[in-house]
Protein backbone atom coordinates (compact mmCIF):
# COMPACT_ATOMS: atom_id res chain seq x y z
CA UNK A 1 0.00 0.00 0.00
CA UNK A 2 0.83 3.57 -1.01
CA UNK A 3 0.23 6.78 1.00
CA UNK A 4 0.18 8.02 -2.71
CA UNK A 5 -2.27 6.20 -4.11
CA UNK A 6 -4.57 6.11 -1.21
CA UNK A 7 -4.44 9.80 -1.16
CA UNK A 8 -4.77 9.92 -4.93
CA UNK A 9 -7.60 7.52 -4.95
CA UNK A 10 -9.55 9.82 -2.00
CA UNK A 11 -8.90 12.83 -3.83
CA UNK A 12 -10.52 11.60 -6.95
CA UNK A 13 -13.53 10.46 -4.98
CA UNK A 14 -14.08 13.59 -3.41
CA UNK A 15 -13.79 15.35 -6.62
CA UNK A 16 -16.63 13.50 -7.73
CA UNK A 17 -18.81 14.23 -4.60
CA UNK A 18 -17.68 17.84 -5.07
CA UNK A 19 -19.11 18.38 -8.54
CA UNK A 20 -22.02 17.88 -7.73
CA UNK A 21 -24.28 20.99 -6.16
CA UNK A 22 -26.45 18.78 -4.20
CA UNK A 23 -23.36 18.59 -2.31
CA UNK A 24 -23.45 22.13 -1.57
CA UNK A 25 -27.01 21.94 -1.30
CA UNK A 26 -27.31 19.36 1.54
CA UNK A 27 -24.43 21.15 3.78
CA UNK A 28 -26.34 24.35 3.31
CA UNK A 29 -29.46 22.41 4.56
CA UNK A 30 -27.52 21.41 7.74
CA UNK A 31 -26.20 24.75 8.42
CA UNK A 32 -29.91 26.02 8.41
CA UNK A 33 -31.13 23.33 10.20
CA UNK A 34 -28.25 23.60 13.39
CA UNK A 35 -29.24 27.23 13.27
CA UNK A 36 -32.83 26.85 14.38
CA UNK A 37 -31.97 23.74 16.80
CA UNK A 38 -29.05 25.92 18.61
CA UNK A 39 -31.39 28.71 18.79
CA UNK A 40 -34.17 26.32 20.44
CA UNK A 41 -31.43 24.37 22.74
CA UNK A 42 -30.68 27.97 24.12
CA UNK A 43 -34.43 28.21 24.72
CA UNK A 44 -34.32 24.72 26.75
CA UNK A 45 -31.54 25.17 28.61
CA UNK A 46 -31.97 29.24 29.46
CA UNK A 47 -33.19 28.14 32.85
CA UNK A 48 -29.94 26.55 34.45
CA UNK A 49 -25.87 27.74 34.72
CA UNK A 50 -24.80 25.00 32.30
CA UNK A 51 -26.78 26.23 29.27
CA UNK A 52 -23.21 25.61 27.09
CA UNK A 53 -22.75 21.96 27.90
CA UNK A 54 -26.43 21.47 26.95
CA UNK A 55 -26.50 23.43 23.41
CA UNK A 56 -23.30 21.59 22.73
CA UNK A 57 -24.86 18.02 23.07
CA UNK A 58 -27.79 18.88 21.52
CA UNK A 59 -25.61 19.52 18.32
CA UNK A 60 -23.24 17.02 18.54
CA UNK A 61 -25.83 14.68 18.37
CA UNK A 62 -27.47 16.54 15.62
CA UNK A 63 -24.07 16.18 13.72
CA UNK A 64 -24.27 11.88 14.28
CA UNK A 65 -27.60 11.89 13.02
CA UNK A 66 -27.02 13.85 10.25
CA UNK A 67 -24.24 11.18 9.63
CA UNK A 68 -26.25 8.84 9.91
CA UNK A 69 -28.28 9.93 7.61
CA UNK A 70 -26.67 10.42 4.60
CA UNK A 71 -23.06 8.55 5.29
CA UNK A 72 -25.32 5.60 3.61
CA UNK A 73 -25.68 7.72 0.77
CA UNK A 74 -22.62 8.87 -0.12
CA UNK A 75 -20.49 5.87 1.07
CA UNK A 76 -22.92 3.11 0.14
CA UNK A 77 -22.10 2.67 -3.95
CA UNK A 78 -18.23 3.64 -3.35
CA UNK A 79 -17.14 0.12 -4.51
CA UNK A 80 -20.11 -1.05 -6.70
CA UNK A 81 -20.52 2.50 -8.03
CA UNK A 82 -17.21 2.55 -9.76
CA UNK A 83 -17.82 -1.15 -11.08
CA UNK A 84 -21.13 -0.47 -12.83
CA UNK A 85 -19.61 2.88 -14.40
CA UNK A 86 -16.96 0.63 -15.70
CA UNK A 87 -14.23 2.73 -14.11
CA UNK A 88 -13.24 0.39 -11.63
CA UNK A 89 -10.86 -2.17 -13.70
CA UNK A 90 -9.58 0.52 -14.91
CA UNK A 91 -7.69 1.42 -12.03
CA UNK A 92 -6.94 -2.10 -10.95
CA UNK A 93 -4.72 -2.54 -14.23
CA UNK A 94 -2.47 0.25 -12.58
CA UNK A 95 0.15 0.09 -9.73
CA UNK A 96 -2.49 0.89 -7.18
CA UNK A 97 -2.91 -1.78 -4.84
CA UNK A 98 -6.49 -3.56 -3.51
CA UNK A 99 -5.40 -1.63 0.02
CA UNK A 100 -4.94 1.46 -1.55
CA UNK A 101 -8.59 1.16 -3.28
CA UNK A 102 -10.14 0.43 -0.70
CA UNK A 103 -8.39 2.52 2.11
CA UNK A 104 -8.78 5.69 -0.23
CA UNK A 105 -12.51 5.13 -0.51
CA UNK A 106 -12.61 5.14 3.34
CA UNK A 107 -10.58 8.34 3.51
CA UNK A 108 -13.20 9.67 1.35
CA UNK A 109 -16.41 8.23 2.75
CA UNK A 110 -15.00 9.56 6.69
CA UNK A 111 -14.38 12.93 4.91
CA UNK A 112 -17.73 13.55 3.72
CA UNK A 113 -18.71 12.83 7.51
CA UNK A 114 -16.23 15.31 8.47
CA UNK A 115 -17.68 17.78 6.37
CA UNK A 116 -20.64 17.97 8.59
CA UNK A 117 -18.43 18.40 11.29
CA UNK A 118 -16.56 21.38 10.15
CA UNK A 119 -19.79 22.90 9.03
CA UNK A 120 -21.23 22.47 12.62
CA UNK A 121 -17.77 23.97 14.37
CA UNK A 122 -18.96 27.31 14.38
CA UNK A 123 -22.33 26.26 16.44
CA UNK A 124 -20.38 24.35 18.70
CA UNK A 125 -18.08 27.68 19.51
CA UNK A 126 -21.26 29.36 20.28
CA UNK A 127 -22.67 27.35 22.46
CA UNK A 128 -19.23 27.16 24.66
CA UNK A 129 -20.62 31.09 25.34
CA UNK A 130 -23.22 29.79 27.70
CA UNK A 131 -20.79 28.85 29.64
CA UNK A 132 -20.65 25.21 32.09
CA UNK A 133 -18.77 23.07 29.86
CA UNK A 134 -15.98 20.84 30.64
CA UNK A 135 -12.83 20.27 28.47
CA UNK A 136 -12.99 16.72 28.73
CA UNK A 137 -16.12 16.12 28.29
CA UNK A 138 -15.60 18.39 24.63
CA UNK A 139 -12.92 16.31 24.20
CA UNK A 140 -14.37 12.92 24.81
CA UNK A 141 -17.54 13.36 22.69
CA UNK A 142 -15.66 14.78 20.17
CA UNK A 143 -13.78 11.88 19.43
CA UNK A 144 -16.12 9.43 20.41
CA UNK A 145 -18.17 11.31 17.26
CA UNK A 146 -14.90 10.94 15.16
CA UNK A 147 -14.73 7.19 15.68
CA UNK A 148 -18.53 6.72 15.16
CA UNK A 149 -18.37 8.39 11.62
CA UNK A 150 -15.57 6.25 10.49
CA UNK A 151 -17.60 2.70 11.50
CA UNK A 152 -20.42 4.36 9.67
CA UNK A 153 -18.14 5.19 6.84
CA UNK A 154 -16.76 1.67 6.92
CA UNK A 155 -20.12 0.22 7.04
CA UNK A 156 -20.77 2.14 3.72
CA UNK A 157 -17.68 1.37 1.82
CA UNK A 158 -17.95 -2.84 3.15
CA UNK A 159 -21.74 -3.07 1.91
CA UNK A 160 -20.16 -1.30 -1.47
CA UNK A 161 -17.98 -3.68 -2.03
CA UNK A 162 -19.67 -7.14 -1.16
CA UNK A 163 -23.13 -6.13 -2.78
CA UNK A 164 -22.97 -6.24 -7.06
CA UNK A 165 -25.99 -3.56 -7.33
CA UNK A 166 -25.76 0.13 -5.82
CA UNK A 167 -29.19 0.20 -5.00
CA UNK A 168 -29.07 -2.68 -3.21
CA UNK A 169 -25.83 -1.72 -1.03
CA UNK A 170 -27.34 2.10 -0.03
CA UNK A 171 -30.31 0.23 1.28
CA UNK A 172 -28.71 -2.47 3.24
CA UNK A 173 -26.15 0.12 5.15
CA UNK A 174 -29.27 2.45 6.19
CA UNK A 175 -31.16 -1.11 7.06
CA UNK A 176 -27.87 -2.12 9.53
CA UNK A 177 -27.28 1.82 10.27
CA UNK A 178 -31.25 1.43 11.40
CA UNK A 179 -30.76 -1.36 12.61
CA UNK A 180 -28.12 0.08 15.16
CA UNK A 181 -29.98 3.20 16.22
CA UNK A 182 -33.75 2.44 16.03
CA UNK A 183 -33.71 -1.57 15.56
CA UNK A 184 -31.98 -1.55 19.12
CA UNK A 185 -34.75 0.95 20.50
CA UNK A 186 -37.26 -1.43 18.91
CA UNK A 187 -35.90 -4.62 20.31
CA UNK A 188 -35.28 -3.05 23.84
CA UNK A 189 -38.75 -2.11 24.22
CA UNK A 190 -40.37 -5.37 23.06
CA UNK A 191 -37.93 -7.77 24.85
CA UNK A 192 -39.21 -5.47 27.95
CA UNK A 193 -42.29 -5.52 27.73
CA UNK A 194 -42.50 -9.15 26.72
CA UNK A 195 -40.13 -10.29 29.53
CA UNK A 196 -42.62 -9.82 32.71
CA UNK A 197 -42.29 -10.80 35.95
CA UNK A 198 -44.32 -11.48 38.76
CA UNK A 199 -43.54 -9.10 41.82
CA UNK A 200 -44.67 -7.67 45.83
CA UNK A 201 -45.60 -4.59 45.47
CA UNK A 202 -45.05 -2.86 49.62
CA UNK A 203 -46.98 -0.08 51.05
CA UNK A 204 -48.35 1.19 54.68
CA UNK A 205 -51.96 0.50 54.90
CA UNK A 206 -54.23 3.32 56.10
CA UNK A 207 -56.72 2.93 59.25
CA UNK A 208 -60.54 4.62 59.03
CA UNK A 209 -59.41 8.17 59.86
CA UNK A 210 -56.49 8.21 57.28
CA UNK A 211 -53.19 7.74 59.99
CA UNK A 212 -50.99 5.44 58.72
CA UNK A 213 -50.31 1.86 60.29
CA UNK A 214 -46.81 2.09 60.54
CA UNK A 215 -46.77 -1.52 62.23
CA UNK A 216 -47.97 -3.75 59.14
CA UNK A 217 -47.98 -3.68 55.30
CA UNK A 218 -50.28 -4.00 52.77
CA UNK A 219 -48.92 -6.29 49.37
CA UNK A 220 -50.43 -7.20 46.12
CA UNK A 221 -48.47 -8.46 43.16
CA UNK A 222 -49.11 -7.42 39.87
CA UNK A 223 -46.49 -8.09 36.26
CA UNK A 224 -43.95 -5.68 35.60
CA UNK A 225 -41.65 -5.42 32.29
CA UNK A 226 -37.92 -6.38 32.65
CA UNK A 227 -36.37 -3.87 30.76
CA UNK A 228 -33.67 -4.62 33.20
CA UNK A 229 -32.93 -7.94 31.60
CA UNK A 230 -32.25 -6.54 28.10
CA UNK A 231 -31.04 -2.96 28.28
CA UNK A 232 -27.63 -4.88 26.92
CA UNK A 233 -29.29 -4.21 23.49
CA UNK A 234 -28.74 -0.66 23.76
CA UNK A 235 -25.03 -0.53 24.49
CA UNK A 236 -24.51 -0.82 20.15
CA UNK A 237 -26.79 2.05 19.74
CA UNK A 238 -24.52 5.36 18.41
CA UNK A 239 -26.09 7.85 20.20
CA UNK A 240 -25.92 5.62 23.63
CA UNK A 241 -22.06 5.11 23.03
CA UNK A 242 -21.97 8.73 22.78
CA UNK A 243 -23.44 9.15 25.63
CA UNK A 244 -22.62 6.23 27.73
CA UNK A 245 -18.64 7.10 27.31
CA UNK A 246 -19.23 11.05 28.12
CA UNK A 247 -18.20 12.13 31.27
CA UNK A 248 -21.55 13.38 32.99
CA UNK A 249 -21.84 16.93 34.57
CA UNK A 250 -24.58 17.09 37.10
CA UNK A 251 -25.92 20.17 39.20
CA UNK A 252 -25.52 20.39 42.81
CA UNK A 253 -29.03 18.66 42.98
CA UNK A 254 -27.21 15.18 41.35
CA UNK A 255 -29.51 16.10 37.78
CA UNK A 256 -27.45 15.83 34.54
CA UNK A 257 -27.06 18.84 32.76
CA UNK A 258 -26.82 18.02 29.07
CA UNK A 259 -28.06 15.43 26.72
CA UNK A 260 -25.19 12.95 27.44
CA UNK A 261 -26.12 12.57 30.73
CA UNK A 262 -30.07 12.17 30.17
CA UNK A 263 -29.33 9.48 27.38
CA UNK A 264 -26.84 7.41 29.77
CA UNK A 265 -29.57 8.60 32.74
CA UNK A 266 -32.13 6.62 30.45
CA UNK A 267 -29.96 3.90 30.21
CA UNK A 268 -28.45 3.33 33.52
CA UNK A 269 -31.81 3.43 34.81
CA UNK A 270 -33.19 0.46 32.62
CA UNK A 271 -30.60 -1.36 34.62
CA UNK A 272 -32.53 -1.55 37.72
CA UNK A 273 -34.74 -3.92 38.85
CA UNK A 274 -38.21 -3.51 39.12
CA UNK A 275 -38.72 -6.38 41.65
CA UNK A 276 -39.82 -5.90 45.26
CA UNK A 277 -40.43 -2.17 45.70
CA UNK A 278 -41.79 -0.71 48.72
CA UNK A 279 -43.24 2.58 49.90
CA UNK A 280 -42.71 3.09 53.19
CA UNK A 281 -44.36 6.42 54.03
CA UNK A 282 -43.63 5.90 57.79
CA UNK A 283 -39.22 6.25 56.77
CA UNK A 284 -37.66 8.83 58.31
CA UNK A 285 -37.73 10.24 54.62
CA UNK A 286 -39.82 8.58 52.51
CA UNK A 287 -39.41 10.59 49.35
CA UNK A 288 -35.41 9.36 49.66
CA UNK A 289 -35.09 8.09 46.27
CA UNK A 290 -31.38 7.44 44.62
CA UNK A 291 -30.27 11.16 42.37
CA UNK A 292 -29.56 10.35 39.14
CA UNK A 293 -25.83 11.10 40.04
CA UNK A 294 -26.33 8.12 42.26
CA UNK A 295 -28.04 5.93 40.10
CA UNK A 296 -25.61 6.63 37.14
CA UNK A 297 -22.51 5.99 39.84
CA UNK A 298 -24.48 2.28 40.80
CA UNK A 299 -24.82 1.06 37.19
CA UNK A 300 -22.58 -0.29 34.57
CA UNK A 301 -20.98 1.35 31.88
CA UNK A 302 -21.31 -0.31 28.16
CA UNK A 303 -20.30 1.89 25.58
CA UNK A 304 -16.91 0.29 24.76
CA UNK A 305 -19.08 -3.28 24.50
CA UNK A 306 -21.68 -0.85 21.93
CA UNK A 307 -18.01 0.57 20.38
CA UNK A 308 -16.47 -3.35 20.15
CA UNK A 309 -19.76 -4.97 18.45
CA UNK A 310 -19.64 -1.98 16.08
CA UNK A 311 -16.40 -2.12 15.00
CA UNK A 312 -16.60 -5.85 14.76
CA UNK A 313 -19.65 -5.37 12.04
CA UNK A 314 -17.67 -2.85 10.52
CA UNK A 315 -14.59 -4.49 9.97
CA UNK A 316 -15.61 -7.66 9.08
CA UNK A 317 -17.98 -6.50 6.31
CA UNK A 318 -15.14 -4.09 4.86
CA UNK A 319 -12.67 -6.94 5.16
CA UNK A 320 -15.07 -9.15 3.16
CA UNK A 321 -15.49 -6.27 0.36
CA UNK A 322 -11.44 -6.04 0.69
CA UNK A 323 -11.24 -9.63 -0.57
CA UNK A 324 -13.84 -9.33 -3.01
CA UNK A 325 -12.27 -6.44 -4.44
CA UNK A 326 -8.91 -8.22 -4.53
CA UNK A 327 -7.40 -8.95 -8.10
CA UNK A 328 -7.33 -11.34 -9.92
CA UNK A 329 -11.05 -11.83 -9.51
CA UNK A 330 -11.49 -15.38 -9.15
CA UNK A 331 -15.19 -15.32 -8.84
CA UNK A 332 -17.48 -12.34 -9.21
CA UNK A 333 -21.51 -12.48 -8.52
CA UNK A 334 -23.38 -13.06 -12.37
CA UNK A 335 -24.16 -10.18 -13.76
CA UNK A 336 -21.06 -7.79 -12.62
CA UNK A 337 -19.41 -5.47 -14.76
CA UNK A 338 -16.11 -5.83 -15.25
CA UNK A 339 -14.80 -3.21 -17.79
Known amino acids: MSLTNIRIIARLELTQRLRSVGWYILLGVFAVV ?3 VTALSFAVYAWGEFIGAGVFSIVVNMVLLLVALVSPTLSGNAINGDREAATLAAV ?12 GKLVAAVATGFAFLIVAIPFLAISLLGGGSNPLVLLVSLLVLVVEIIIVAAIGVGLSGLIARPLFSVATTYLVVAGLTIGTLIVFALGGMAIRTETTQYSRPYDDVGNVDCESWDTYTTEVPRFDLVWWVLAANPFVVLADATPTEFSPEGYPVDMFGQIKLGVRSAQQSPIDQRWDECSSDPYDYPTPQEIIDSTVPSWFVGLGVQIVIAGALFAG ?9 TRLPPGTRIA
Open 92 to 103: QVTAVSTGDIML
Open 321 to 329: AWSRTRTPA
Open 34 to 36: LIG
